[in-house]
């Protein structure tokens, strides 16, 4: 029996898989599928949208017979299968659920068109259909294409890349330099990076083979496979995207027909507009997005499970030297730093009191007025996004500090919190970087109180 | 019965996908090369090439139960026909021609869609097995809410 691994490019579904079932009373159906999912050697998945014949058919006799095409050889391998269970959450339907939810985003149809389950079947059998082509004619066939690279080939790769992330000296020359590199050594030609805009927005920070008109372009959360990415925080890969949007317009056209009201528009696709694939994948670090990686190509079988892996190590090392070189003390930057790592061994609570314009720590009297009002500012965005470097400007051009246009003193009354910290709470430091920034310093874990004294 | 508009949609380049069952009940699926409608919609005779039909055809003569998916690779726009084979028998010299016009016309529809022609045309097609059906029901099959509805049902609205 052929292992079904070994069918790893037809699951894409770039040449739609066909199944046929049959219901107790002995009618048999057939029609296409829109995915048909690897789960594991013995299992697939596939996807219910609408609770449809071949659903009904298989609750009331397991049996199924779906025919799989190669993308490239157009052979086609028969699996008999047996109805197992349907998940209607956890991983696997979470990443059907969410290829849907691309599509459907696209296609103003989010809420509407969506997955109702993974459909999981075990495999009975896999066969090759016999007989289903003819000879390939030479005088029309290409030549084949060429075996991909070998492995040393990749990790040689994979370390210049790795290089140029681990070395670069700021943020931009890290993303210009692993994307320029990604496109040299393994021919990603188009890719950007997006990181997260306030909002429900994400914006391109660097891209590559777009030119200019790639940067700043916006993707809204939950749209689209950058979207959809952000929000889920998992890989998405779709391969023959004209075929999947073509498959989501029949489905708008028939809810239309059917009365389903007006459906929002069709959302344009971001990038390329004749995009043939698409793969994205979150840049984490912890628990926290600092970005999404997006790669796009022409051509419908350009991502297959090794570029999964594969980017998956390269955006693991951009997340993290993203995290690294983050923008420090400039505004809010485009994407939050880090919450200060060391365990902290005691806790300090810091009250602030609105009415008398002072802070207490620990029901000890610290500090007033202006001072304390930038101290207070400051572990509130400690505390909100995770802060630590900050800059004497922003100070100044907040109003709520209260300082005046000319002649404001900010580096004395600095030097006043400062050394009043030193005294009464050493754990928490204000310590000069560079001219005109200044870095938080917790050794301590900090609660904040905000009452009226009375 | 085949209303008169849908015989032009059912005999142009569409996919044309047949499915049989056993007598357990085991469902086979497989690509029939092109249908003709006849006796003014009230049969269909489908053309399953030799090549790969030997189960289907096992299948039809065990109990002759029959449905065939029309979908049209640009929109989805699909139909399903369900019936009985009344008569199987090999498809003549003179079908021949149709068989071939067929696969000619869904290599045009799949070129809009990207599949090479060179692909499509290396389809096995001929010889070929004419399956007489008695048409029982016809079906939306169009991926969407309505899929599986009897044409009847939404009448006035194309599948």
Redesign the interface.
């Known amino acids: 029996m052929i292992r079904l691994e070994e069918l790893g490019p037809c699951f894409p579904g770039i ?1 739609p898989a ?5 219901g ?1 009373d ?7 599928l ?1 995915q048909v999912q690897y789960v594991d050697p013995r299992r697939v998945a596939l996807s219910c ?2 609770f ?2 071949t659903r009904r058919n298989v609750e009331e ?1 397991p ?5 799989l095409y190669h993308p490239l050889t ?1 052979e086609a391998y ?1 699996l ?1 299968l047996r109805f197992e269970h349907a998940e209607t959450e956890g991983p696997l339907f979470d990443t059907m659920a969410l290829r849907i939810q691309v599509i459907a985003s696209h296609t103003g149809m989010t809420g509407v068109f969506a997955l109702r389950s993974a459909d999981v079947y075990e495999v009975l059998s896999v066969e090759r ?6 000879p ?2 030479p005088a ?2 290409e030549a084949a294409p060429p075996l991909p690279a070998g492995p040393l080939t990749e990790i040689r790769g994979l370390q210049v890349v790795s290089d140029r992330i681990a070395r670069a000296p700021d943020l931009p020359a890290l993303l210009a330099g692993a994307l320029e590199a990604l496109d040299a050594l393994f021919g990603f030609s188009h890719a950007m990076v997006l990181v997260p805009a306030g909002g429900a927005e994400l914006v391109a920070i660097a891209s590559h083979g777009y030119g200019e008109a790639a940067l700043g372009a916006r993707a809204r959360i939950g749209a689209g496979i950058i979207g959809c990415v952000a929000q889920r925080r998992r890989m998405l890969r779709v391969a023959g995207v ?2 999947e949007l ?2 989501g ?3 708008r ?3 239309e ?2 009365g ?1 009201g007006t459906l929002p528009p069709e959302v344009p696709l971001p990038g390329l507009p004749d995009a ?1 694939a698409q793969l994205a994948l979150p840049l984490l670090v912890r628990d926290r997005l600092v970005g999404v990686l997006a790669f796009e190509s022409r051509d ?1 079988l350009c991502f297959d499970d090794w570029d999964e892996a594969f980017l998956g190590i390269v955006g693991n090392q951009i997340a993290m030297g993203m995290d690294r070189l983050r923008p420090a003390g400039e505004g809010t930057g485009p994407f939050p730093a880090p919450r200060l790592a060391p365990a902290p061994e005691r806790r300090r609570v810091f009250c602030y009191y609105r009415n008398d314009d002072c802070v207490f720590v620990d029901g000890e009297y610290l500090i007033r007025n202006v001072p304390g009002r930038i101290l207070w500012k400051l572990l509130g965005q400690h505390r909100r996004e995770g802060r630590t470097e900050f800059t004497n400007r922003e100070l100044r051009l907040d109003p709520a500090l209260g300082l005046p246009a000319v002649k404001d003193n900010l580096e004395s009354r600095l030097i006043l919190l400062r050394r009043r910290l030193q005294e009464k709470c050493p754990e928490v430091r204000l310590v000069p970087v560079r001219r005109g920034r200044f870095a938080l310093e917790l050794d301590c874990a900090v609660s904040l109180l905000e009452k009226e004294c009375g | 019965m085949i209303p008169a508009q849908l015989a032009g949609f059912l005999e142009s380049g569409v996919s044309v996908l047949v499915a049989t069952r056993d007598a357990r009940l085991s469902p086979d699926a497989l690509r029939a090369m092109g249908v003709r409608v006849e006796r003014g919609g009230a049969e269909l005779t489908v053309f399953l090439p030799a090549a790969t039909s030997r189960e289907a055809l096992a299948n039809l003569r065990d109990n002759g139960r029959i449905a065939v998916c029309f979908s049209r690779a640009a929109d989805h726009r699909s139909v399903q026909v369900k019936g009985r084979a009344v008569e199987v028998g090999e498809a003549g010299a003179d079908e021949r021609e149709r068989v071939e016009r067929y696969l000619d016309a869904l290599a045009d529809a799949w070129g809009v869609i990207g599949i090479p022609a060179r692909a499509t045309l290396r389809l096995a097609h001929w010889p070929c097995h004419a399956v007489r059906v008695r048409v029982e029901g016809v079906f939306v099959q169009t991926p969407g809410p309505d899929a599986g509805a009897p044409l009847v049902d939404v009448a006035g609205r194309a599948p």
């Open positions: 040449v066909q199944i046929a079932t049959c107790r002995g009618e048999p159906n057939v029609t296409y829109s949208q609408f449809n014949k006799n049996l199924a017979s779906v025919l157009f028969r008999r259909v016999e007989g289903l082509l003819l390939a004619d029309l066939e004209g075929a073509r498959y317009r029949a489905v056209e028939r809810l027909a059917a389903g043939q419908p």
